[in-house]
Every structure is written in structure tokens, then in C-alpha cells.
Nanobody, 120 residues
Framework: VQLQASGGGLVQPGGSLRLSCAVS????????MGWYRQAPGKQLELVAT???????NYGDSVEGRITISRDNARNTVYLQMDSLKPEDTAVYFCTADVVGSWYGAPFDYWGQGTQVTVSS
């Protein structure tokens, strides 16, 4: 199983970015999908998660400015980020809780990370 994140980059304060993360490989089902971020010198922080039936949890620092969604047919999770602030600068990692077969147990996979820089 591989997770390929894309969409990061440099954006000015107040701007928007949309991150995508596609899951590929041997997949029977995907439970929760989500995004975490890590800023330089800081701990890993929850951004948002979304379950297979659409239940969403947002981190305290981003709620109201970020929208998570998923396309189950495409095994892809998205993160729409608006009103970005310099403190949103971080490497963003996507995660997916993947079941590989009908008899398998879920396993939590992580993508390689995509850099988001908010700066003027």
C-alpha cells in the first residue's frame, strides 16, 4: 500500500491550498483517513480525520479554516485549506487505516509528506 500526497507549496497569508492523497495497492477497505502536520521544532499535530461513513474530527488550531473530504471510489482524501496563516507552515502527512483483505486486520499507513509554506 502506498499513499501519494500532492498539492503542497508556497502560498501567501490568507490564501488557499488543496492537498490530495491517493491510496494505492492491495486494498479491501479503508477505515479512517486523515492529515497530520509537523512544523519545524514542534510535535506532530492532528489536522483532521474522516471515517468511511463521513464522521469528521478537526484539530483545534485549524477548525473553521480547513475542510477534509474523501472520495471512496478513488481511495483519495482531500484537505481544503483556506485563510492560511504563517503558523500553518508545516509538512503535512496523510494517513489511511487500510484493510488489505476480507480476513485482514487494519493497518495504519502514512504518506511521505508534502510541504506547505505560508509566507509573504
Amino acid at each position: 500500500v502506498q499513499l501519494q500526497a500532492s498539492g503542497g507549496g508556497l502560498v501567501q497569508p490568507g490564501g488557499s491550498l488543496r492537498l490530495s492523497c491517493a491510496v494505492s495497492g492491495t486494498i479491501f477497505s479503508i477505515n479512517s483517513m486523515g492529515w497530520y502536520r509537523q512544523a519545524p521544532g514542534k510535535q506532530l499535530e492532528l489536522v483532521a480525520t474522516i471515517t468511511s461513513d463521513g464522521n469528521i474530527n478537526y484539530g483545534d488550531s485549524v477548525e473553521g479554516r480547513i475542510t477534509i473530504s474523501r472520495d471512496n471510489a478513488r481511495n483519495t482524501v482531500y484537505l481544503q485549506m483556506d485563510s492560511l496563516k504563517p503558523e500553518d507552515t508545516a509538512v503535512y502527512f496523510c494517513t489511511a487505516d487500510v484493510v488489505g483483505s476480507w480476513y485482514g486486520a487494519p493497518f495504519d499507513y502514512w504518506g511521505q509528506g508534502t510541504q506547505v509554506t505560508v509566507s509573504s
